[in-house]
C-alpha cells in the first residue's frame, strides 16, 4: 500500500498566504499613499512659505534669512517624512517576512508530515529516488554476507574496501 504525496506548492495547501500577502501590500500601498500626501503637503507649504518670504522682503537681508528659514523648515520637514517611509518599510518588511515564515512552516510541516506516514512503507513501496539512498550500506550488507546467509569474517584488503578470503 503506497502513500500518496502531496505536493504543498501545486494543492494550495497554504491559501491563507495569498491573502496575508495581499493584506501587507494593501497595508504598503495605503502608507505610500499617506506618506506622498505628506510629501505634496510639505512642497506645497514650503512653496508658499517662500512666496511669502519674498513678497515680505524689504532688503537683501531679510530675502536672504526669510528664504534660509524656509530651506531649514523644508529640510526637516522632509527628513521627517524619510524616516517615516523608513519606518513604514521596516514595518511592512517584517509582516512580509512574517506571512512568508508561517508558510514556511505550514510547507515544512505538510512535507514532514508526508515523509512520517511514508515512514511506514515497505522496501517493495518506496520511491525509486529513496532506494537509490541506501544503495550503499546495502552492497556493503550484501558484501558481507556468504552464500549461507552467514557473515562472512575476512579482513580488508589495502587496496579498497574489498573482503579478503
Not at 537681508?61 to 526669510?66: P, V
Amino acid at each position: 500500500m503506497a502513500t500518496e504525496f502531496v505536493h504543498p506548492l501545486a494543492s494550495g495547501i497554504n491559501p491563507c498566504l495569498t491573502l496575508q500577502l495581499m493584506k501587507v501590500y494593501e497595508q504598503w500601498r495605503g502608507d505610500a499613499f499617506a506618506l506622498e500626501a505628506k510629501r505634496v503637503e510639505n512642497d506645497l507649504g514650503a512653496l508658499r512659505h517662500g512666496c511669502e518670504a519674498i513678497a515680505n522682503a524689504k532688503d537683501w537681508r531679510e530675502f536672504n534669512s526669510g528664504s534660509q528659514s524656509v530651506m531649514s523648515d523644508y529640510c526637516k520637514a522632509t527628513t521627517r517624512l524619510w524616516q517615516e517611509g523608513f519606518e513604514a518599510v521596516m514595518r511592512h518588511q517584517g509582516a512580509l517576512g512574517e506571512a512568508l515564515s508561517g508558510a514556511m512552516k505550514t510547507w515544512q510541516s505538510t512535507w514532514t508530515g508526508e515523509f512520517e506516514k511514508a515512514g511506514a512503507m515497505t522496501p517493495a513501496t518506496m520511491p525509486l529516488w529513496f532506494k537509490r539512498l541506501s544503495m550503499p550500506t546495502a552492497f556493503a550488507q550484501l558484501a558481507n554476507l556468504q552464500g549461507d546467509g552467514s557473515v562472512q569474517a575476512g579482513k580488508r584488503s589495502r587496496d579498497g574496501d574489498h573482503l579478503s578470503a
